[in-house]
Nanobody, 125 residues
């Protein structure tokens, strides 16, 4: 059964760092694209970053470029390293996946059909 489980959220001061993890199971990671999304209170969900492990391609929203880094390793986990955090980065962060056995690219525009339960990130002094 395909499953995504996020972890690593928490409370951090502005300028601080967090590393989110998305543990995947039930599927072969290289045949799927993984995306990270976030939703702040009262706002729509937005794409943050994505990775296609087959081609190694990554993409980022303009708001996080140069501060966030997405990566994966052989443990079937996908990480989102978040540095220089700002108060506007606050929200629930979700990882999501979509079957993509051919392309070597990814997009944060979706669609993504399977989602994790989310992890809360709060950036506050």
């Amino acid at each position: 059964q395909l499953q995504l489980v996020e972890s690593g959220g928490g409370l951090v001061q502005p300028g601080g760092s967090l590393r989110l993890s998305c543990a995947t199971s039930g599927f072969t990671l290289r045949n799927y694209v993984i995306g990270w999304f976030r939703q702040a209170p009262g706002k729509e969900r937005e794409g943050v970053s994505c990775i296609n492990t087959r081609g190694g391609m990554t993409n980022y929203a303009d708001s996080v470029k140069g501060r966030f880094t997405i990566s994966s390793d052989n443990s079937k986990k996908v990480y989102l390293q978040m540095n220089s955090l700002k108060t506007e980065d606050t929200g629930v962060y979700y990882c999501a996946t979509e079957f993509n056995p051919v392309s070597r690219t990814c997009t944060i525009l979706g669609p993504y059909s399977r989602w994790g339960q989310g992890t809360q990130v709060t950036v506050s002094s």
